[in-house]
């Protein structure tokens, strides 16, 4: 079956691969598939073929292995030309220079200075910024109930604090908070035709160019400007490398963080033994949102990278040129690691801080404990000012969106009391 997505049917596709559903109508299905598949499974994405890998252990091993590459021109479907930029996931993998797409020495080079922007120590600092933005945000949740007492917790809630929170970070102005969210959800939903997708990526460069630009001439206390200002005696980023770094970073920054704090809702909304037992204070919030990472991880699968030279994996080699996808969602459910009951959502898990969902190794994610400082306000936040909060349609009629790669729902629509 040709792929309308590329210039060619990719060569060698196997005809046992899982299907990774572009509409993720059924994503506990797919995750039961996967594992189902082995340890490093065949998978087609849009027609293309890759591996993935679905266990922990073996996951760890391979984002430490440095035959794996983030480069794509190690990729031998994309320098045959059997993939082309008419793929419609070609622009999660080939997004311009950053630290998401390059190794070893060039990636210290580039991850730095995000690094020390995000310390422990700079977070407890702008920790009271984050609470301000999510009482604003509560309020609004509040007043913005239409006649019925509904209101999209997604819209109003999970999805603006973490534009607010990373905007502030990047100084990016909060009037184009709006159209930046507008724009990475255009970017990943599979219903954007993949010419406009094209256009996105290029209109987000020429935001983030024009801002570098501003930054440059007037620096300001801020992330934009930390990576524009050369260290002494360093290598200053170019102004392409600032902007693939910034465009990564908000889609990064924002969509993990809205998948955590709404699964995490959702997860207790359906578990409700467990949720009283975090209001009473018998568990933590820390233990909800580890468990929620684990469990119903906010990235599904990463893609991707590239076989320098053949791996063997258990059974199967992984050979050079060939892409390999990071299966999060079938990692965090891994059965020898977290147990048989590894599919149950159980906030006393002992295992539930042992998982990957942020990664592992060098390319680990750098905005991890923003993002669960984010949900360790908002979460006892929404629920200590809305105690009875419950969903305003049957959970079953939640809806996921159309993206392969992040763990998001369409809208979350909730009575708050």
Known sequence: MNCPHTAAAPAGRSTGAVVIDPMVQDLDGETARLRDAGVLARIDLLGVPAWTV????????????????????????????VVTRAWPLIGMIDAGRSMFTVDGAEHRRLRTKTSQALTPRRLEAIRPAIEEFTEELLDQLEA????????????????????????????????????????????????????????????????????????????????TSALILAEEGGEPLTEEEVVGNLKAMVAAGHETTIGLVLNAVRALLSHPDQLRMVLDGEADWDAVIEETLRWDTPTTHLLMRFATEDITVGDEVIREGEGVVISYRAIGRD??????????????????????????????????????????????ALFGRFPGLRLAVPDEEITKLPVMTQNDMAAFPVLLD
């Open 144 to 223: 913005g109930r239409d006649e019925n007492g509904v209101v999209d917790l997604k819209a109003v809630f999970a999805q603006p604090l973490p534009m607010k929170v990373v905007g502030m970070l990047m100084g990016v102005d909060e009037s184009q908070h709006a159209m930046l969210t507008r724009q990475y959800k255009a970017f990943f939903s599979m219903l954007t035709p993949q010419d406009e997708r094209l256009v996105l990526l290029a209109e987000l460069d020429v935001f983030y160019a024009e801002l570098v630009r501003e930054r440059t001439a007037r620096p300001a206390d801020d992330l």
């Open 335 to 380: 059965i020898e690691q977290h147990g048989p009951d590894a599919d149950a959502f159980d906030i006393t898990r002992p295992t539930r801080n042992r998982h990957m969902t942020f990664g592992h190794g060098p390319h680990i994610c750098p905005g991890a404990a923003l993002s669960r400082v984010e949900a360790a306000t908002a979460l006892p």
């Open 54 to 81: 679905t266990r922990h252990a073996e996951a760890r091993q391979l984002l430490l292995d440095q035959r794996l590459v983030k480069d794509i021109g190690a990729w031998e479907l994309w320098r045959s030309g």
